[in-house]
């Protein structure tokens, strides 16, 4: 049963060129393309209309450009000073270590990538991260939130974040769709999509 959380709000970083050519992202410091510009901007104005924003809120980024980028529209549209926004390592993307800037297709025809999805959840590619790394690391975080938050993230590390929030079990983990250009928010068990309209997604 997942724990009794303040409500999330979670944005995955706009489109950059390599998600469009299906390579592995991880640590490396890649920034938006235009179109992930013009999410990250759609999802920002969205965020001015969601109806229990409050002050108090925290608003916490990952340290990867992609990911502070897409922040930055948010920050302009809410009028939000840089002390507001945290850079917080823990949000940061699952690592891939030997496979960054690979493609997907290579890695999923490799005869090291498990076929089975609860077997993934475990799988840490060389000088990377597992699954279950991530979802630890995300785990002790969300511990330490005391009020509600809005945090930009990573698509793999995403996952981890709803499946923690929702409950779900680890073979839903790792193939949950975590979108771009939407909003997801996060509260009493449940995830709810959002689309750069407002409407679900």
């Known amino acids: 049963m997942s724990k009794d959380r303040p409500p999330i709000y979670f944005v995955r970083h706009g489109e950059t060129d390599w998600n469009v050519q299906g390579l592995i992202q991880g640590w490396t410091d890649i920034e938006l393309n235009q179109k992930g510009h013009d999410q990250a901007r759609s999802v920002a104005q969205a965020m001015t209309r969601v109806r229990d924003f409050h002050p108090d809120f925290n608003f ?64 840490r590619p060389k000088e990377g991260e597992s699954y279950e790394d991530g979802h630890a690391r995300i785990s002790q975080w969300l511990d330490r939130l005391d009020r509600p938050t809005v945090v930009v993230a990573h698509g793999a590390i995403g996952r981890c974040l709803i499946a923690e929030i929702a409950g779900l079990p680890r073979r839903d983990l790792v193939e949950l769709t975590v979108r771009q250009g939407c909003y997801c928010r996060l509260a009493d068990g449940n995830a709810w999509w959002f689309d750069a309209n407002g409407d679900a997604a």
Not at 98 to 114: M, N, Q, T
């Open 60 to 123: 916490v980024v990952s340290p990867l450009k992609r990911a502070r980028q897409t922040m930055g529209y948010i920050a302009e549209a809410l009028a939000l000073e840089p002390e507001q926004i945290a850079v917080e390592p823990a949000v940061t993307e699952l690592g891939f270590g030997v496979w960054e800037g690979k493609p997907f297709w290579e890695l999923k025809a490799s005869p090291i990538y498990p076929p089975h999805p609860e077997d993934r959840y475990f799988w």
